[in-house]
Structure formats: structure tokens, C-alpha cells
């Protein structure tokens, strides 16, 4: 069946420094991956999509890599601020189905 | 401002009763979805809707029900059968498309539902 993992454990880095959050996705390959973010108490917010055949995107501070071979996703947001802190989640989608599938998420802890 | 709304914020339901979480949006979108976030894990599919009058059952639907009888309202109906209800249930909306992954969704900011 379908497995997303994304790290549980808690992304602590100081403001300024760059956080790297991972997305691995088995058994299928999405043409499609979301990223977002979701505060505590607050419905999730769409950062990007990245489709398969794009190797990278980028938006502001943040950065998302697709690397189908690994079956994995990288998210980077540099120059990291206090205000980034929050839990990310990702969602690898199959093209056959109608729905997201979401990751669990990782919470990210920028200190000042 | 378009967005979606939910209510109410905190529900809490009594053994054996139904409740009835509403989700209204003004986005104009076609596709609306319930879905289900339990601490430590991913949200769940519910239900999705892609058009008026037209509902599937997602990966989760037992003890669910919904309606859709206009474009912006997607009421999801926890009933007495859900033995587990206590969660934060949220609903998002999405532009009409064939495939689900290719266009962002929009979500409201949650029902959370405990059982008294």
C-alpha cells in the first residue's frame, strides 16, 4: 500500500540558518507533489506543487526538490525566521486519485 | 474575502447522538472534501465531492455521511455509529480538474469534535 513518511520528531535550527524537511513516499509514484503548511488550531496552507517532471521550484524562501528516482521530497526555506515555525506537510498524489494523501507532517522550531 | 468557513469551532457530542459539522465556501470551486487529523497523523479522506449532487466515500466513510445540495455547502454528519469521533475534522475545496494532485486546496480552520 501507499506509505509517506515524514520526520515526527521536531526540525530545531537558529534564524538564519537554512531547514531541510524530507518527504519519502513507497509503493507508487505521484505525478504530483503538494507542500503546506499548518499552524496549531488553523486548517493547512498550500505553499507549492511541484509536478514530476520538474526537478525543482522555488517561491520566495522556500525551495522544493522531486526526485522520483529516490521516491523523495526535499523542502528547504532559508534565511529561516521565527515566524516559519510550524508543522509542514507534504502530499505525494497519484494521478489516478481524486483526493490528496498527506504525510503526517514535521513540525519546524526556528529559534531566535 | 473568499475562503472557506467551518462551524463550529468546538463540537462536542453525546453517546448515541448525531452532529452535523457545516463547511460554506465562496471560492466558486467544484471539488469539496472532509478530512480527518488525528495527532501524529496524516489528515484522512472522508468524503469528496466533485460537483452538486454528487458525493464518493473516501478512505474513512463509516459513520459518515454527507450532502451535497449547492456548490458552496458540504455538510458532514458525524452519526452514533463512529465509534471514535474525537478528532479535528477539516474541509477544503479545489478547483474543478480531472486529476486531484495538479491544483492546490484551499482549507477551513476545523471542527474539533470530542465526545462528552
Redesign the interface.
Known amino acids: 500500500s501507499q506509505k509517506?513518511e515524514q520526520n515526527?520528531e521536531a526540525l530545531n535550527i537558529q534564524e538564519g540558518k537554512t531547514a531541510t524537511l524530507t518527504c519519502n513516499y513507497t509503493n507508487y509514484s505521484?505525478?504530483?507533489?503538494?507542500w503546506y503548511r499548518q499552524d496549531p488550531?488553523?486548517?493547512?496552507?498550500?505553499l507549492l506543487?511541484i509536478?514530476e517532471n520538474e526537478k525543482e521550484k522555488r517561491k520566495e524562501r522556500l525551495k522544493v526538490t522531486f526526485d522520483t528516482t529516490l521516491k523523495q521530497s526535499l523542502f528547504h526555506v532559508t534565511a529561516s525566521q521565527p515566524a516559519d515555525s510550524a508543522t509542514y506537510?507534504c502530499?505525494p498524489?497519484?494521478?489516478?486519485?481524486?483526493?490528496?494523501?498527506?504525510?503526517?507532517?514535521t513540525r519546524l522550531q526556528v529559534q531566535p | 474575502d473568499g475562503g472557506?468557513t467551518?462551524s463550529p469551532k468546538y463540537l462536542f457530542r453525546k453517546e448515541g447522538q448525531n452532529v452535523t459539522l457545516s463547511c460554506e465556501q465562496n471560492l466558486n470551486h467544484d471539488?469539496m472534501?472532509w478530512?480527518r487529523q488525528d495527532p501524529?497523523?496524516?489528515?484522512r479522506?472522508i468524503y469528496?465531492s466533485?460537483i452538486v449532487n454528487d458525493f464518493?466515500k473516501?478512505d474513512i466513510a463509516e459513520g459518515y455521511s454527507v450532502s451535497r445540495e449547492k456548490k458552496e455547502s458540504f455538510p458532514l454528519t458525524v452519526t452514533s455509529a463512529q465509534k471514535n469521533p474525537t478528532a479535528f475534522y477539516?474541509c477544503?475545496s479545489q478547483t474543478g480538474g480531472s486529476?486531484?494532485?495538479?491544483?492546490?486546496?484551499?482549507?477551513?480552520?476545523?471542527t474539533?469534535l470530542s465526545i462528552l
Do not use: W
Not at chain 2, 501524529?40 to 489528515?43: K, T
Open positions: 509517506i515526527s505521484p505525478a504530483y507533489l503538494q488550531g488553523r486548517g493547512p496552507v498550500f506543487l509536478r506537510l502530499a498524489t497519484d494521478t489516478g486519485r481524486r483526493a490528496l494523501t498527506f504525510g503526517s507532517g | 472557506i467551518q471539488a472534501y478530512y501524529g497523523q496524516g489528515l479522506l469528496y466533485q464518493q473516501g477539516l477544503a486529476q486531484g494532485g495538479n491544483q492546490p486546496q484551499h482549507f477551513g480552520d476545523g474539533r
